[in-house]
């Protein structure tokens, strides 16, 4: 699976957008842009995932640019619950069942 | 309904000695996964089940590490002679089919070695 590189943390004030960038610059035509969250003390929680179109779910939005070399997911209007570590992973899938996650993105919303 | 469940949350057990982590998928879920995370870490894959049979067992770090699957539901992860450096917390994941379908995870089992 191709490599993501995230920033190691980032702060977000409560109510505005939180866009968390990702690079992803050997991913390869049959990859999708996994996003997970891990919220302290908790199993990972899935969050969205897209091929190459922008992806919209009820938690956030997923948008992958059009060389797919890179995506930003991005949480509308954060609340302090989603202070949390987000991972960002590139995944074949099929014929390939395990998700790499990388050390991702500790995101801190400030009241 | 119920999610995915793992007993015991917490184990504390003495260098040497063998320990068994339990994992009850979501209900219908045929595929089932291991994962490890360390202080500081995202997870790391472990193993894959698909039904009773392990699909993908690379992640395992050595042969001290086993889990089974025998009904195709609930999975034991067996470590044996446990190492200090075995601490981690263990998740596990189930997924209704495998391949693209969401992964969703339990909360995981704190193992301690001291």
């Known amino acids: 699976d191709a490599k993501t590189t995230q920033p190691t943390s980032m702060d977000c004030a409560e109510g505005r957008a939180a866009n968390l960038p990702c690079n992803h610059s050997t991913i390869s035509g049959n990859e999708y842009v996994y996003w997970y969250r891990q919220i302290h003390s908790q199993g990972p929680q899935y969050i969205i995932h897209g091929l190459k179109n922008n992806e919209t779910n009820e938690m956030a939005s997923l948008i992958i640019t059009e060389d797919r070399k890179s995506s930003t997911l991005i949480l509308p209007h954060a609340t302090l619950r989603d202070t949390a570590v987000y991972y960002c992973?590139?995944?074949?899938?099929?014929?390939?069942?395990?998700?790499?996650f990388g050390t991702g993105t500790r995101l801190t919303i400030i009241p | 309904g119920a999610g995915v469940s793992q007993t015991p949350s917490n184990k504390v057990t003495e260098k040497g000695k063998y320990v068994e982590l339990r994992c009850d998928p979501i209900?219908?879920?045929?595929?089932l996964y291991w994962y490890r995370q360390s202080l500081g870490q995202g997870p790391e894959f472990l193993i894959y089940?698909?039904?009773?049979?392990?699909?993908?067992d690379s992640g395992l770090p050595n042969d001290r590490f086993f889990a089974v699957r025998p009904e195709g539901s609930v999975s034991t992860l067996k470590i044996q002679r446990t190492e200090r450096g075995d601490s981690a917390v263990y998740l596990c994941?189930?997924?209704?089919?495998?391949?693209?379908?969401?992964?969703?995870f339990g909360p995981g089992t704190r193992l301690t070695v001291l």
């Open positions: 089940f698909q039904g009773t049979g392990a699909a993908d």
């Open positions: 994941a189930s997924s209704l089919s495998g391949g693209p379908d969401t992964q969703y």
């Open positions: 992973i590139v995944r074949d899938n099929f014929g390939n069942e395990k998700l790499t």
């Open positions: 209900s219908g879920h045929t595929a």
